[in-house]
């Protein structure tokens, strides 16, 4: 199962560098953080209709770390939402894929963001709707360590454990490098879990990596009865890209050389 | 105003169970009842107005038509933002609703005044921006907003607005509505000043002139056709609001007026680019901003003779 897995990443992996360096694009380092989660996600865990994207039993993702927007195209199109070849015109002219994902750009995206703290509350309104009504889809949240730091998203997290929304998962992507340094030093984050859980959700902190403990988790959701769930996955930021920007700040914006891009790729060994 | 739309949009709530009530911990005394014949179609979001303009974008992405509600400035300006990406952006069916329009919360002092939202809103596509001038608009307007599938802001003043209009005018968002014809002067009245704008064109017609009146109760889509009609049917227009002079009525008639070419005098009349140093009530605030009948009558008059 696991090794399946493992080869569709490395494909996206190379479509994010290949996005990277022909856009010149910033935001490789968190696209590359999460593309076991998406994976996980698109192939193992989420109902999905990639040839009829707004289904509505489809469980809807929430891509709120917009910025890493070229990860969830790569993915996209490798679950067959749209024809790869959308991918090449990635934040060019004319093309069809803006640098922060935006709602139906291409089948499959389901907002518009970009400006951070956003994501969260919409992700919410969905699931309340959706838990109010009896449907049985499910939100998952994808967001990013650094939008932690908006008050809006915690708004939206006092929100969601008020009214107990089993039916929304979040995800963060705690990769613990935010714009332009460590979460740490710029604004902790820690207790991470305990701020969660002190706001009624339950939480599990795994390795953001591993397809065990992410495929592992995601099987058991909700995580309890009557309380959003949230993942906190630890991540390496720039995993699987240009080596000396792995777990650097310069993977948020120094897109790979081509040759830096063909090294990559040829570690990749696809 | 603010009971006419609550009425409103409890009797429509009633018929269409899309409709979702949702407030930032304000309405009491007018929202009671409505949350007590409506549980499911009401959720008080407490004081987190980011939020709860995230939460209504995904409610209308779900086929839920939310209705934001608070005081001008934490509908509007807290969360700029949200309406702007998660409403505007993404075309959404959220209609966001402020009260305390001008200085309906006078004594409050200015963090409480709404005299900047159209201003700020006004540059939004996809925006529809609604500011009825009395209780019977407020009623028309709340149903409009409804039918139209897509962002709207509706403007409200808060509690004893006077109905200015005899009988039931034909709303259409987009038409300003003529409440009287005439051949000197156009007033175009706005909000919760239309019944100021009444009180003058009185004032005026006492003093052997001849006034057209018309409501402008569309800022966005702006009714072009009525403004450069009345350049043509009278030599000065007077834009009349309880808002900043920048960016609202006045800027925005002004804006077509110059691009067509209109030969035609023309002043704002609006609140000066400030922070008044001075508290009261609302028509306190309104006379300390030159917003008082007999101040708007000179203003007028003095601008008239210097032309």
Not at chain 1, 56 to 72: C, E, M
Not at chain 2, 283 to 302: D, H, K, P, V, W
């Amino acid at each position: 199962m696991e090794k399946e897995l493992k080869k569709i990443s490395k494909e996206v992996r190379k479509d994010i560098i290949l996005m990277s360096m022909r856009a010149k694009s910033a935001h490789t380092g968190g696209a590359l953080s999460c593309v076991e989660i998406l994976v996980a996600l698109y192939f193992r865990i989420m109902k999905v209709f990639p040839k009829d994207s707004e289904d509505p039993q489809r469980d809807r993702l929430i891509f709120s770390k917009a910025h890493d927007g070229k990860a969830l195209y790569a993915v996209l199109a490798q679950r067959g939402f749209f024809n790869k070849k959308i991918l090449d015109g990635y934040e060019l002219d004319g093309g069809r894929l803006p640098g922060h994902s935006t709602r139906h750009c291409v089948p499959g995206v389901e907002i518009s963001a970009g400006a951070l703290g956003h994501g969260l509350s919409m992700a919410a309104g969905m699931a309340y709707v959706g838990k109010q009504d009896n449907k049985k889809f499910r939100v998952f949240a994808v967001l990013s360590d650094g939008e932690c730091d908006e008050g809006s998203t915690w708004e939206a997290i006092l929100f969601a454990g008020h009214h107990k929304l089993d039916n929304l998962i979040a995800i963060v992507d705690y990769n613990k490098l935010q714009g332009f340094g460590y979460t740490k030093d710029i604004l902790d984050l820690e207790p991470f879990s305990a701020k969660f859980g002190s706001f009624g959700w339950e939480v599990k902190e795994i390795d953001g990596h591993s397809f065990n403990e992410i495929i592992g988790i995601l099987s058991k959701l909700p995580l309890k009865i009557n309380k959003p769930s949230v993942i906190i996955a630890h991540t390496i930021k720039g995993l699987g890209g240009v080596p000396i920007h792995i777990n650097q700040v310069s993977s948020q914006y120094k897109p790979p050389s081509k040759e830096e891009a063909n090294g990559v790729i040829k570690k990749l060994k696809i | 105003m603010r009971i006419t739309f609550v009425n409103t949009l409890f009797e429509m709530a009633k018929k269409d169970k899309r409709i979702m009530l949702l407030t930032g911990d304000l309405g009491f005394s007018v929202f009671e009842q409505y949350i007590k014949e409506l549980p499911k179609q009401y959720l008080n979001m407490g004081v987190a107005e980011q939020n709860m303009t995230g939460v209504a974008a995904g409610m209308a992405m779900e086929g839920k038509i939310p209705f934001i509600y608070s005081i001008v400035p934490f509908v509007t300006m807290r969360n700029f933002e949200q309406i702007r990406n998660d409403i505007c952006y993404q075309n959404l069916n959220v209609k966001i609703v402020g009260v305390g329009a001008g200085f309906s919360y006078g004594p409050y002092a200015h963090t409480h005044h709404g005299l900047e939202d159209i201003g700020i809103l006004r540059t939004l596509a996809n925006l529809i921006i609604l500011c009825p001038g009395d209780p019977i608009e407020v009623a028309l307007a709340t149903k409009a907003m409804l039918n139209h599938i897509g962002p709207v802001y509706l403007r409200l003043g808060r509690a004893g607005e006077p109905n200015i209009h005899k009988a039931m005018p034909s709303f259409k968002i987009g038409k300003g509505i003529l409440i009287e014809d005439g051949k000197d002067i156009t007033i175009i009245g706005t909000s919760t000043l239309l019944q100021r704008a009444w009180e003058v064109v009185s004032s005026l017609k006492e003093k052997g002139l001849s006034i057209r009146l018309i409501s402008m109760h569309t800022i966005k889509p702006l009714d072009t056709q009525i403004i450069l009609e009345s350049a043509r049917k009278t030599p000065a227009i007077f834009t009349l609001e309880e808002h900043s002079i920048i960016g609202g009525l006045g800027s925005a008639v002004a804006e077509v007026l110059v691009e067509n070419r209109a030969n035609v005098i023309f002043k704002r009349i609006g609140v000066p680019d400030r922070f008044s140093k001075v508290i009261g009530s609302q028509e306190y605030m309104r006379r300390a901003n030159g917003l008082s009948a007999e101040q708007i009558i000179e203003t007028i008059l003095n601008f008239i003779n210097i032309s």
